[in-house]
């Protein structure tokens, strides 16, 4: 089983600051590395696929990049709205797995 | 517009068995594999397992913890798809979310229904 491994755990974070989660697989993953937002008492939601690539719809100031083993996925001028738990998620091989998350929160 | 609608979450004893369903709209249903995925309270997601579509076989793939107790299905005419959860455990107690899968081999979630609750508990 592919273990992903998050960090940090939890940030705070003030408005339009940069913000950095990074995710490494426990094995070459390749480019098969995807990204969910969940907002408190929200479903998850996808904002990147194939670790680099947008869903249709994700504000612009989402970004992801990566391959192999680390990953990172970055949040450009952080908004009020983006305060939420961020999860990397592999597809690579079966068992799929998700990162065990990052809490970022708005100060 | 695509919607995933679960239900038939519940309070339920331990051993017991409990059918989830995941009511699909807005998209050709079967043509994407459907997956599940669960969240126990206050902790993070983890997969359940998928279907893959019908020209992909049609087969399933589990998660190691619910392998031989859970088992996926679906309904194309009906575009909906299948949770049957036997020997449940409290261990099983979660919200869980019905996804569609996209990609070669359901690789991401692209649309996640509202999740349904289930309870194990005596």
């Known amino acids: 089983e592919i273990v992903l491994t998050q960090s940090p755990d939890f940030q705070s974070v003030t408005p339009k600051e940069k913000v950095t989660i990074t995710c490494r697989a426990s094995q070459s993953i390749g480019s098969s590395l995807h990204w969910y937002q969940q907002k408190p008492d929200q479903s998850p939601k996808l904002l990147i696929k194939?670790?680099?690539q947008s869903f249709s719809g994700v504000p612009s100031r989402f970004s992801g990049s990566g391959s192999g083993t680390d990953f990172t996925l970055t949040i450009n001028s952080l908004e009020a709205e983006d305060a939420a738990t961020y999860y990397c998620h592999q597809s690579s091989s079966l068992p799929r797995t998700f990162g065990q998350g990052t809490k970022v929160e708005i100060k | 517009e695509v919607q995933l609608v679960e239900s038939g979450g519940g309070l339920v004893q331990p051993g017991r068995s409990l059918r989830l369903s995941c009511t699909a709209s807005?998209?050709?249903?079967?043509?994407?594999?459907m997956s599940w995925v669960r969240q126990a309270p206050g902790k993070g997601l983890e997969w359940v397992g998928f279907i893959r579509s019908k020209a992909y076989g049609g087969t399933t793939e589990y998660a190691a913890s619910v392998k031989g107790r859970f088992t996926i299905s679906r309904d194309d005419s009906k575009s909906i798809a299948y949770l049957q959860m036997n020997s449940l455990k409290t261990e099983d107690t979660a919200v869980y979310y019905c996804t569609r899968g996209s990609g070669s081999s359901s690789d991401y979630f692209d649309y996640w229904g509202q999740g349904t609750l289930v309870t194990v508990s005596s």
């Open positions: 807005g998209f050709t249903f079967g043509d994407y594999a």
């Open positions: 194939y670790a680099s």
